[in-house]
C-alpha cells in the first residue's frame, strides 16, 4: 500500500499508508543535483517524511478534504477574476470622461472666460474659479488644473461648454476632470488584489496538486516562536522534524503544546490539516518552508 497506486490498482493517496517496506513511493526515486534555487527550500521527503501507520485523528474523512483545497484555489480564482473587471471597469470609465472632455474641444460652445481665484494645492490638482457668459447668462465655474500650470486673477483663458449642460466646462489646456481621482485611486489597490489573489490561487493549486501526489501524513506541530505576522512550528514524523512556518493567526488552532495533525504537499507548498479549525470543521493551513 502507498501514497500513490499499489500493485492491485487501488489509491491509498487519502489515507496516507505506506509500501510494504515503510517508504513512500516517491522516497525510492533517484534525487537529482540540487541547483542553487532549490537549496533554499526542502525537499519534497524532508517536508512529509517516511508515512506513518494509516489512521484517523477525530472523525475526518481526509479523502474529502483533498478536493477541499481545489475549491479554495478556484474561490481565490473567482475573487481575482472579479478583481480584474473592476480594474477593468475604472479603466474604461476614465478613458469615458477623458473623451468626453475631449469632445467638449469639437461640440462645446466657446466663450472667453476670465480667472477670478486661483487655489494651489501641494497635493493633488490645484482649481481655479473661472467667470464665462453662456449666450445671455453670466456663469462661474470651478475649474481643476490638471496641466500643472500656475494662473493670476484676472487672466482670460477661452472657455468651452456645453449648450445642454452649461456648468459643464473646460478650458483649452485644462481638462476638468474634477471625477477622475475617484476611479484613478483605486487602479493600485485593484492591481494588488489581481495579484495578490491570483498568487493565492495557484498556491492552493499547488497544494491541492500536491496532496494528491503524497496524500496525508499523520504528525506532531508545535508552536516554537511567534512574531506579528509568522508562526514558527515544528512538525515531527517518523522521519525526523520539519522547520515549517504559516501566518500567526493560525496560533488559535496550533497553539497549547503538541498538535496532532496531517500534513500533505511537497517542496516549497506543504499543508496543513488541523482536526478542528474554523466552526470546530477540518481546515487546511498553508505553510511556508523555512529555509
Known amino acids: 500500500m502507498g501514497l500513490g497506486m499499489d500493485d492491485g490498482g487501488g489509491s491509498d493517496r487519502a489515507r496516507g499508508q505506506d509500501f510494504g517496506d515503510g517508504e513512500p513511493r516517491w522516497a525510492t526515486r533517484r534525487a537529482r543535483p540540487v541547483g542553487k534555487r532549490e537549496r533554499r527550500f526542502r525537499t519534497a521527503r524532508e517536508v512529509v517524511g517516511p508515512a506513518d501507520s494509516a489512521g484517523s485523528i477525530g472523525s475526518i ?43 467638449l474641444l469639437k461640440t462645446g460652445r466657446q466663450a472667453n472666460g476670465v480667472v477670478v481665484t486661483f487655489a494651489h494645492a501641494d497635493r493633488g490638482n490645484s482649481s481655479m474659479s473661472v467667470d464665462y457668459r453662456a449666450g445671455s447668462e453670466s456663469r462661474r465655474a470651478r475649474v481643476v488644473v490638471d496641466s500643472g500650470r500656475h494662473y493670476l486673477p484676472g487672466q482670460a483663458v477661452t472657455v468651452f461648454y456645453d449648450p445642454a449642460d452649461p456648468a459643464r466646462v473646460r478650458t483649452t489646456e485644462e481638462r476638468n476632470n474634477d ?85 500533505g504537499g511537497k517542496g516549497r507548498y506543504p499543508v496543513l490539516l488541523v482536526p478542528e479549525g474554523k466552526r470546530g470543521a477540518p481546515s487546511a493551513i498553508r505553510l511556508r518552508v523555512r529555509p
Do not use: K
Open 179 to 263: 471625477d477622475s481621482w475617484v476611479l484613478v485611486m483605486p487602479l493600485p489597490l485593484l492591481l494588488g488584489g489581481v495579484v495578490g489573489s491570483a498568487g493565492t490561487a495557484l498556491g492552493w493549486w499547488r497544494r491541492y496538486r500536491g496532496v494528491c501526489r503524497t496524500g496525508w501524513q499523520p504528525v506532531t506541530a508545535t508552536v516554537v516562536g511567534l512574531t506579528r505576522y509568522t508562526l514558527y512550528l515544528e512538525v515531527r514524523h517518523r522521519g525526523g522534524c520539519t522547520p515549517l512556518a504559516a501566518d500567526s493567526n493560525h496560533l488559535r488552532f496550533l497553539g497549547g503544546g503538541d498538535r496532532p495533525v496531517w500534513l
Open 61 to 103: 474523512d481526509l479523502a474529502a478534504e483533498i478536493p477541499r483545497l481545489r475549491t479554495r484555489a478556484l474561490r481565490m480564482l473567482a475573487l481575482a477574476a472579479s478583481f480584474v473587471v473592476l480594474f477593468v471597469a475604472a479603466i474604461v470609465a476614465l478613458g469615458v470622461l477623458r473623451q468626453r472632455s475631449e469632445d
